[in-house]
């Protein structure tokens, strides 16, 4: 098993649970590309997944911060 630093994760995405749960969603995404094209993947696919994710080439996006950045928003627009 690949050992990943916790804090190269959590500084992307501060809760560790939120940020198991988007790795899984692309291991899964890697795994159903790679039985479509039918290609063997260098690794084990959790790994990549976890490489993917702390090179920032995972969409991410909390819908939560979202919505309170268009809240925000606004609510500027309103003021001017």
Do not use: C, S, W
């Not at 039918?38 to 702390?54: E, M, W």
């Amino acid at each position: 098993m690949t050992y990943i630093p916790r804090h190269k994760v959590t500084k992307l995405i501060p809760n560790k649970f939120e940020a198991i749960k988007i790795a899984a969603l692309e291991a899964r995404r890697l795994n159903e590309r790679a039985r479509t094209y039918n290609v063997a993947l260098p690794g084990k696919i959790t790994t990549l997944a976890v490489d993917r994710l702390i090179a920032g080439k995972v969409e991410y996006y909390d819908i939560k911060e979202r919505a309170r950045q268009a809240r925000l928003e606004r609510e500027q627009e309103g003021e001017e």
